[in-house]
């Protein structure tokens, strides 16, 4: 809980010193990388929860160029 309440200070404290930051356009591209990673996890994990390991996740991504 205190994470998800240092990140909104640290976001809000960002926001304050660039006005830009908070911008539609830079939230969205964020999310957009976010996005790709957060698939990325979402597929180990079942494999971790499955009783196995991937090793490919890091040659995906870095092929995958993010």
Not at 9 to 20: E, H
Not at 52 to 61: A, I, K, N, Q, R
């Amino acid at each position: 809980m205190l994470a998800y309440v240092l990140a909104l200070v640290m976001f809000g404290a960002i926001t304050i010193d660039s006005p830009g930051f908070a911008a539609w356009s830079h939230v969205s591209v964020v999310l957009e990388q976010a996005a790709i990673l957060g698939f990325a996890a979402i597929g180990e994990t079942f494999v971790i929860l499955g009783g196995g390991l991937d090793l490919s996740v890091p040659g995906m991504m870095s092929t995958a160029g993010s």
